[in-house]
T-cell receptor, first 114, second 114 residues
């Protein structure tokens, strides 16, 4: 079955360490997105990629970085510059870039930084 | 600024009762509107979407939503709630089909009493 996988489901890190969250899709979608979810704040867009080797900052990109070297992969790195990294992170994809299309979501990664 | 607001953070209904979750949007033109559902610790699943045409939209799992331009609302309804409907519900919107950037509401948590 096609879908989006995110690993690991739970991730624990010490403050000051960079950490990379994995997102892989086998849907053959061009566009991919990273969201951050905090209680009571909905989902906020961190980065998005319209196509391979391209990505743009979303609304809260500070302290994060991404790469899109392969169509199926869009890893997110949470750097030590992110002031409050503890959150639930969701990856999503659409066939092409555009809100007309349903966003397919992965199961998420819960990151805890202490 | 474009925004999506869900006034109710938490709603409790009895199983078998009707449900209405509120969503208000702020866009200059006709918005593209969505309702997503999230089970605990999971990703989001699309329930329904509105782009144009008939203002009453049918979705999966027996849900429907009505677009009311005069009230800037896109409320989600279900005639009879099942215990399995307990989840968090997100309204999301976008102002143009040329961008893949959705704005999510804060979310409404639905609790279903037996």
């Amino acid at each position: 079955d096609g879908g989006i996988t995110q690993s690991p489901k739970y991730l624990f890190r010490k403050e000051g360490q960079n950490v990379t969250l994995s997102c892989e899709q086998n849907l053959n979608h061009d566009a991919m997105y990273w969201y951050r979810q905090d209680p009571g704040q909905g989902l906020r867009l961190i980065y998005y990629s319209q196509i391979v080797n391209d990505f743009q900052k979303g609304d809260i990109a500070e302290g994060y970085s991404v790469s899109r070297e392969k169509k199926e992969s869009f890893p997110l790195t949470v750097t030590s510059a992110q002031k409050n990294p503890t959150a639930f992170y969701l990856c999503a994809s659409t066939p092409v870039f555009g809100i007309y299309y349903e966003q397919y979501f992965g199961p998420g990664t819960r990151l805890t930084v202490t | 600024a474009q925004s999506v607001t869900q006034p109710d953070i938490h709603i409790t209904v009895s199983e078998g009762a009707s449900l209405e979750l509120r969503c208000n949007y702020s866009y200059g033109a006709t918005p593209y509107l969505f309702w997503y559902v999230q089970s605990p610790g999971q990703g989001l699943q699309l329930l329904l979407k509105y782009f144009s045409g008939d203002t009453l939209v049918q979705g999966i799992k027996g849900f429907e939503a009505e677009f009311k331009r005069s009230q800037s609302s896109f409320n989600l309804r279900k005639p009879s709630v099942h215990w399995s409907d307990a989840a968090e519900y997100f309204c999301a919107g976008g102002g143009s089909s040329n961008t893949g950037k959705l704005i999510f509401g804060q979310g409404t948590t639905l609790q279903v009493k037996p």
